[in-house]
């Protein structure tokens, strides 16, 4: 009797062979794909952001206040697409050092 069988009485249950087995692809596949959604929706909420900024701007009426506003919302979503754009090529560079493909790109 081996640890993936069960005997009561006389007969004996074996386990099914055919179920599928985790493997460290999966992982690997869970975490690109975490990262690369973490990527474009940083990206695209940072170009919103952006042109939610330039809306303010526009609008403000000569309003300092409102404009300055507009100004650091601008300011702060470029910061973080440099910061997406950054992250990304840090992730490329692990990748070839580390020899993972952690994006799923093919070059």
Do not use: C, E
Not at 53 to 58: A, F, R, Y
Not at 60 to 86: C, E, H, N, P, Y
């Amino acid at each position: 009797m081996d640890l993936f069988s069960l005997k009561i009485g006389n007969q004996t249950i074996n386990a099914p062979t055919n179920l599928p087995q985790p493997s460290t692809d999966m992982v690997g596949k869970i975490l690109s794909n975490g990262i690369n959604i973490f990527l474009i929706t940083g990206i695209i909420v940072s170009v919103l952001v952006i042109v939610w900024g330039g809306i303010n701007w526009i609008t403000s009426g000569g309003d300092k206040q409102k404009l300055a506003s507009a100004k650091a919302r601008i300011t702060w979503a470029i910061i973080g697409l440099i910061i997406m754009f950054v992250s990304f090529f840090i992730i490329n560079i692990l990748s070839y050092f580390l020899k993972i493909n952690l994006l799923n790109i093919t070059i």
